[in-house]
Nanobody, 117 residues
Framework: QVQLVESGGGLVQPGGSLRLSCAASGSIFSIYRMGWYRQGSGKQRELVATITTRGSTNYADSVKGRFTISRDNAKNTVYLQMNSLKPEDTAVYYC???????????WGQGTQVTVSS
């Protein structure tokens, strides 16, 4: 089992940047595929980016070239660097950990990102 705690959300102007962090505890971090999802008001939760245990990344088309996911296995932490933010990026961002042996998903509590002038 793993516990996930996100941080780094907040209010930012369009064109600005934020970095989200997700600290994992309770299990061996390296056996989880990590990811970030988001859910805007009245919308379904959607995938933003994932990173495998070997560091391979995948991004939603809407964030390619603007967001970067990374992980530090020594610190049990995954990051999401978000640049050139747009109002449509406003959402609650959730950290996800998927155990590679079972495909079981764990979720953080979410952190609000608001992009507004």
């Amino acid at each position: 089992q793993v516990q996930l705690v996100e941080s780094g959300g907040g209010l930012v102007q369009p064109g600005g940047s934020l970095r989200l962090s997700c600290a994992a505890s309770g299990s061996i971090f390296s056996i989880y595929r990590m990811g970030w999802y988001r859910q805007g008001s009245g919308k379904q939760r959607e995938l933003v980016a994932t990173i495998t245990t070997r560091g391979s990344t995948n991004y939603a088309d809407s964030v390619k070239g603007r967001f970067t996911i990374s992980r530090d296995n020594a610190k049990n932490t995954v990051y999401l660097q978000m640049n050139s933010l747009k109002p449509e990026d406003t959402a609650v961002y959730y950290c996800n950990a998927r155990k590679i042996t079972t495909n079981y998903d764990y979720w953080g509590q979410g952190t609000q990102v608001t992009v507004s002038s």
